[in-house]
């Protein structure tokens, strides 16, 4: 990090609107929101952010969101600025996937420094994408508003949300933070359920299924590169038979074939657990006669606590019996 412009940490809210987490964190306004981050960023780090953005309103019966135009130019000049650190996405939702196709990457195989993509669920594309780049860092990991949601009461949200944006740069400096209090870091621990597998060096590649099964066919998607990887997968709100759908869409791309191995995270619903039901889905998507080493973990998804998940960079698989730990190298 350094020179003589400050290094910038862009904010995004391009996928759900903000008004219900800030009414959730006690703030009035995106105003006020913003001040209450930059209060806890360190100071030597420029944050960026649209209030306009911040503050949309979506109506999902009239197209969701009508400001696709600003998102883009909003997204694509945060990534054209070599200044630019990290994208950190405020939180998910959706109508995000819809506009990727409108950016132009290219800048970043100029990039002579790293970038950070930061955020789940409806911005899996975006950080596998980034990933993708020699300069790309990946970390699929919590929209700090999120927060608000997993954490009660307020107060306890708030300094959670404030201890977000306090440790951001020792993890974007690649330390795993010694003094958090609310957000965890550390390996991701599995189960190996089928195949074997040994300890070494492993790549991870995926996200929301439901999401990368979107733009598989795409441009964007043959930008995402599986060969020789493990693929990590979770979703919410998808039922056994839109999880299959989900999962043909991997396999007529041929993903099956490409991967090392393959990491469930969670699935679930409001009325289920849909783990257990995607194991026997796979049983009808991977190749046959192909031992694809899998494996069950509830470290990553839509559930709390979240471990961090980087894309982008080897990660240390380590094996003892049929438990697996996943951590940074």
Avoid at 53 to 58: P, T
Avoid at 314 to 324: N, Q, T
Wanted: charged residues 25%; aromatic residues 8%; glycine residues 8%.
């Amino acid at each position: 990090m350094g020179g003589s412009t400050p290094d910038r940490v862009h904010l995004l809210a391009h996928a759900g609107p903000a008004h219900d987490d800030l009414r959730a964190l006690g703030l009035q306004s995106g105003a006020e929101y913003l001040r209450f981050v930059r209060a806890h960023l360190a100071p030597n780090l420029r944050l960026t952010c649209s209030s306009r953005l911040l503050e949309a309103v979506e109506d999902e019966w009239h197209g969701g969101r009508r400001d696709d135009a600003a998102r883009i130019r909003d997204l694509q000049e945060a990534i054209n600025d070599p200044s630019t650190l990290a994208l950190v996405a405020a939180n998910g939702g959706a109508y995000f996937s819809r506009i990727l196709a409108h950016i132009d990457f290219s800048p970043l195989s100029r990039r002579r420094r790293a970038l950070y993509a930061i955020g789940f669920s409806e911005l899996s594309t975006l950080v596998n994408v980034v990933a993708s780049y020699r300069c790309g860092r990946g970390l699929y990991w919590l929209c700090p508003n999120y927060l608000v949601w997993k954490l009660r009461p307020r107060r306890r949200a708030l300094a959670a949300f404030a201890e977000f944006w306090r440790l951001l740069p020792e993890v974007l400096a690649g330390r795993t933070p010694r003094q958090a209090k609310y957000l965890r870091f550390g390996a991701i621990s599995a189960e190996l359920v089928s195949g074997r597998v040994r300890a070494g060096r492993i790549n991870l590649i995926g996200g929301c299924l439901s999401v990368l099964a979107a733009v598989l066919a795409g441009a964007v998607g043959r930008r995402l590169q599986p060969e020789g990887k493990w693929l990590f997968i979770e979703d919410i709100e998808e039922v056994p038979y839109r999880v299959d759908r989900h999962l043909a869409a991997f396999k007529v791309a041929g993903w099956f074939e490409r991967i090392a191995g393959l990491l469930v995270g969670d699935f679930h619903t409001k009325e289920a657990d849909v783990q257990p039901a995607v194991l026997e889905l796979l049983r009808f998507h991977l190749a046959r006669g192909r031992k694809l080493p899998i494996a069950v973990t509830r470290d990553f998804g839509h559930v709390w606590p979240m471990v961090p998940v980087w894309l982008g960079r080897p990660l240390r698989l380590e094996v003892c019996g049929r438990r697996l730990s996943i951590s940074p190298d």
